[in-house]
């Protein structure tokens, strides 16, 4: 509980910074470039997170990551968190900056899940259906499921769209076994 207070509070921090310095899109941008060198590179995640590395060392060697083009608010912060031994929570609150930035720029993540892979043209009319239900620009993450058979699950928030074949399935079997 105290690690999500704990990261709400720092992402809410980087996010006050970002809008108040007018960087708030590039911010978002180099953050998630850090949290997948984070979460890709598991040398740099363990070498941040052991408590018998000095701070100093963690400090010169994110000044080093950081120094190729990051805004200089973002090396302030990452270096505050190595100062507070809040590093490890790094990757937590980058997602939370990351949906803060999103609302703010009215940005809404579609989490798409098919049968097989979207065309070009299917992805582009699905993400204008989208944004004219939401009223909100739309990314879609999308993501194959065989097991769907055919057909769309859409995640938007807690709203959730099935249009899978195989929930179709299962409420066709409910009814069936209903009426008998």
């Known amino acids: 509980m105290l690690n999500i207070q704990l990261v709400k509070k720092y992402a809410a921090a980087m996010f006050e910074l970002a809008k108040e ?5 590039t911010c978002d941008k180099q953050l998630l470039l850090l949290c997948e060198l984070f979460k890709k590179n598991h040398d740099l995640t363990a070498f941040m ?3 018998q590395i000095k701070t100093q060392a963690k400090k010169d060697l994110m000044t080093k990551i950081l120094s190729d083009g990051f805004e200089q608010s973002i090396c302030n912060f ?13 990757t937590e609150i980058i997602t939370c900056f990351h ?3 999103n609302e703010a720029q009215g940005i809404k993540i579609a989490y798409v899940k098919t049968a097989a892979a979207l065309t070009n043209e299917h ?3 699905l993400i204008k259906k989208l944004e004219n239900i939401t009223k909100k620009s739309i990314q879609l993450k999308t993501h194959i499921d065989k097991s769907i058979i055919g057909g769309i699950i859409i995640k938007i928030d807690d709203r959730l769209i099935d249009g899978s074949v195989t929930s179709q399935i299962k409420s066709i079997k409910k009814q ?4 008998c």
């Open 49 to 51: 997170d052991n408590p």
């Open 123 to 125: 992805k582009a009319a």
């Open 176 to 179: 069936l076994v209903a009426n």
């Open 78 to 90: 990452i270096l505050l968190l190595i100062d507070k031994h809040r590093i490890s929570l790094l």
């Open 21 to 25: 310095e007018n960087i708030l899109s």
């Open 99 to 101: 949906t803060l930035s």
